[in-house]
């Protein structure tokens, strides 16, 4: 595929939203000289911060609250945003008349020329990522970050270099549709495996299979990366082609390993055995963070990527906003935004970084995942809750009141904005707690997303007296 294919074809965008990957396709398919239709069911004004980014393009046409038949059935291509699943009427529509559909992942992956580290995985892939990123940063390799955080995809093939690496965070649903056009990144990065999306999803072997398409369709000159620690992956090893590397918290015989010995972390290739750095070195808050530094040093000297450059680049690293993020401390009180944690085996490894009393703010919006693990530990290690509004908060409830820790007596209230939260855990906090805001859930109804939840965390701590 060339760019030059996009000129004069009737192109419709499904979903422009408001994170920035619409506009970012709008905007990419403009340029190459698409007529596009942008199609939403929000209305216009709901639509407006992403319409003021795209005032200035005269080729659009937009509908609003609404998905017209004749915009899937009578055009040359449908993007369809991320989320949207492929069994979508207005999908199903277009397949029938044999319209090509993408996704702004595979669109990228038919047009780019560079190599890919593509990195997935339930928790930690964005934090790998960046890690990544900032190795093949300091080792000169002019790296491209791509879906990592709010960033549009398309946008980024103009910023490549002829010897540019691209790291590509990959959701479940963009791989979803490298699957369906058979494409794997040359460099593939699987941190790990949990129940997530299962309002989605119709079961975790469907889920699973999506993140599998990271690896399916390398070939043995590629390279693939995984847990060394996950049952569910140990069982993937068959199905991968490329160069396997694995990471673990223990150390074993055979194969390509990184892994965790007398509190430092080492690479044997088999032959011989080299530390890379100590645990101590390491600034990132969280011991499940160890996992993610270990997934990007196996990546990184599976590319040949010299050790020294590895350990500075990890002693440099201080973290990726949204995780485990020190925000402010106030009156012996420090705040920290986690809301990245929209699963609750997230807010549990949240919970089991800190020795300190936290007082939590939790839940949200539910995504039929079991809460059961996270009620206990809240139970367990929690001073104090301060839960926000929604459906996964009256699950976590309901368990906690299960357990046999569990008391009348014990502190949570329900409320229904972050102010209201913030507020109400700084009059609780003493000096020496964390303030934690780890939700272990999804963040529809009271936040556009979780990022705009953790940024409305860090605005109400800043404007605390």
Not at 123 to 136: C, N, P, Y
Not at 148 to 173: A, C
Request: charged fraction near 30%; charge should be neutral.
């Amino acid at each position: 595929m060339q760019i030059t294919d996009f000129k004069n074809k009737k192109i419709t965008v499904m979903g422009l939203g408001l994170h920035g990957g619409g506009v970012g396709t709008v905007r990419f398919l403009s340029s190459a000289g698409a007529h596009i239709i942008v199609t939403d069911l929000k209305s216009k004004e709901e639509l407006a911060p992403s319409l003021e980014k795209l005032k200035d393009l005269k080729n659009i046409t937009y509908v609003f609250q609404q998905h017209r038949p004749e915009d899937f059935s009578s055009v040359d291509m449908i993007v369809k945003g991320p989320s949207v699943p492929w069994d979508n009427k207005q999908i199903k529509l277009a397949l029938e008349k044999k319209i090509p559909v993408e996704i702004d992942s595979s669109l990228f992956f038919k047009l780019c020329k560079n190599k890919i580290v593509g990195v997935t995985g339930t928790k930690g892939k964005t934090t790998t990522a960046s890690l990544i990123f900032e190795i093949l940063k300091l080792a000169g390799k002019n790296p491209v970050k791509v879906g990592i955080g709010q960033t549009s995809v398309l946008d980024k093939l103009k910023e490549l270099k002829e010897n540019s690496i691209v790291v590509f965070e990959l959701s479940s649903w963009r791989l979803s549709a490298l699957g369906r056009n058979k494409i794997s990144p040359q460099i593939a990065v699987f941190t790990n495996i949990y129940p997530d999306h299962l309002n989605y999803y119709k079961s975790i072997e469907e889920y699973i299979a999506d993140k599998k398409n990271i690896f399916l369709f390398q070939n043995k000159e590629d390279i693939c990366v995984i847990s060394g620690d996950s049952n569910d992956m140990e069982n993937f090893a068959e199905e991968i082609r490329g160069h396997l590397a694995k990471f673990s918290k223990n150390k074993v015989s055979e194969g390509e390993l990184v892994y965790i010995e007398n509190e430092s972390i080492y690479f044997n290739n088999g032959i011989d055995e080299k530390k890379i750095i100590d645990l101590e070195d390491i600034k990132l808050i969280g011991k499940h963070n160890t996992s993610n530094v270990m997934a990007a040093i196996a990546t990184t000297v599976s590319m040949g990527i010299e050790r020294e450059i590895i350990k500075k680049a990890i002693m440099e690293f201080s973290g990726v906003a949204h995780r485990l993020e020190f925000v402010r401390e106030i009156d012996g009180v420090k705040y920290i935004n986690d809301t990245a944690a929209t699963t609750p085996e997230a807010g549990v490894s949240a919970l089991n970084s800190f020795s300190e009393p936290i007082i939590l703010i939790g839940g949200g919006s539910d995504k039929n995942l079991d809460m059961s693990n996270f009620a206990k530990e809240i139970c367990k290690k929690v001073k104090d809750v301060i839960f926000l509004k929604g459906q996964a908060t009256e699950k976590i409830i309901a368990e906690m009141k299960k357990m046999d820790n569990f008391s009348d007596d014990q502190n949570f209230k329900i409320v229904e904005s972050m102010k209201e939260a913030v507020e109400l855990a700084r009059r609780l906090a003493n000096i020496g707690d964390i303030v934690l805001l780890s939700p272990g859930s999804a963040s529809f109804g009271l936040f556009f997303n979780e990022f705009d939840r953790g940024d409305k965390f860090k605005e109400a701590v800043k404007n605390l007296g």
